[in-house]
């Protein structure tokens, strides 16, 4: 298993989740609803989002000063090479502080998106 931080849509703070390190691909797939692009988060975390998120219209879920904004579930996960493995409680706690949750009422909630 995996150790993971699930950031949804709607302002609320991100979740701890454990993910099946085997299926890995399909259950990220499961959780963004459909193909998955990573983000850089930090130099050993990455989130990952639905590739289509912008296009399908998805609610703005958080803002990472390294990504702009975030639509859509996101997934983040620490990388060791290419390889994804769980996250330490440092990173967790890297990802809580470069990740904002914007509530629909948030300013943050109106900022355009950056390119990725």
Do not use: F, H
């Not at 000063?65 to 409680?89: F, K, P």
């Amino acid at each position: 298993m995996m150790r993971a931080l699930l950031y949804t849509p709607g302002g609320d703070p991100p979740i701890v989740v454990d993910i099946p390190a085997a299926e890995s691909l399909v259950r990220l797939q499961k959780l963004v609803g459909g193909y998955i692009e990573a983000v850089a988060i930090g130099p050993s975390v990455v989130g990952y989002v639905n590739e289509d998120g912008i296009a399908l219209g998805l609610p703005p879920t958080a803002y990472a000063r390294t990504a702009g904004v975030i639509r859509g579930t996101m997934v983040v996960l620490g990388i060791e090479d290419t390889d994804e493995r769980s996250l330490t409680e440092e990173e967790i706690e890297l990802a809580r502080r470069v990740v904002t949750p914007i509530t629909p009422d948030n300013p943050l909630a109106k900022l355009r998106d950056r390119p990725r």
